[in-house]
């Protein structure tokens, strides 16, 4: 499963040229965008309830996800009106970092809003990692598939750009697998995240 991602080429973009060819591609007649996540440790800056929780305020960084709400309630309607099925599937590592403790609470309102969000434990797929972690990606439709990069620091800095129609079926192929493998967000949650203390941040 993955096992041509690595080998597969691509084009570095950075993130305003991302975002652009983004928006061009998930508005010219694509039918699903399927997104895995799989990196444990990341920045936000300027989402405000990011920003809370980087400096320790868990609860206000917990109220503040609220902000998102219209936001995301207009990205789903767009999904809509574009004919677009959207899926996330989110791998969680055990024990749980802060930030993703913190993400989940964000995709909970996500969720709650309609999105198709599944949680898989990483260590379900440990066979499946031996060589290398499943890939950090955003593919539409068969059309064009985006390896999402990250600075040093965490922070994002674009993408890798594959347009390889073979190797995004390949890699879809693995997300589907995955995504019938994993759990419903709110049982994962409700069992793994919502009995935890509020996490120790050291940013």
């Known amino acids: 499963m993955f096992d041509s991602f690595p080998s597969g080429v691509s084009e570095r973009m950075d993130r305003p040229t991302y975002h652009a060819d983004f928006r061009r591609v998930y508005e010219s007649g694509i039918r699903q965008l399927s997104k895995l996540e ?25 109220s503040l996800i609220q902000e998102k709400r219209d936001g995301y309630a207009q990205q789903f309607r767009e999904a809509a009106r574009l004919n677009i099925l ?32 599944k949680v898989l434990d ?59 493998r994993a759990e419903d967000f709110h049982d994962f949650f409700g069992r793994e995240i919502a009995p935890l203390a509020p996490p120790v941040v050291a940013y």
């Not at 799989?38 to 960084?61: L, Y």
């Open 38 to 62: 799989r990196g444990q440790n990341f920045k936000e800056r300027g989402f405000a309830s990011w920003e809370a929780f980087a400096v320790g305020e868990w609860d206000r960084a917990v």
């Open 86 to 117: 959207g899926r996330r599937l989110r791998v969680v590592e055990f024990p749980v970092t802060p930030y993703v403790q913190w993400e989940l609470f964000v995709l909970r309102l996500r969720v709650e809003l309609g999105d198709n969000i």
């Open 122 to 180: 990483a260590r379900k797929i440990s066979d499946i990692e031996k060589d290398h972690p499943v890939p950090e990606v955003v593919i539409l439709g068969d059309v064009v598939m985006y390896e999402v990069c990250y600075d040093d620091d965490g922070n994002a800095a674009g993408a890798n750009r594959f347009a390889d129609r073979a190797l995004i079926r390949e890699t879809l192929s693995g997300f589907d697998a995955l995504y019938e």
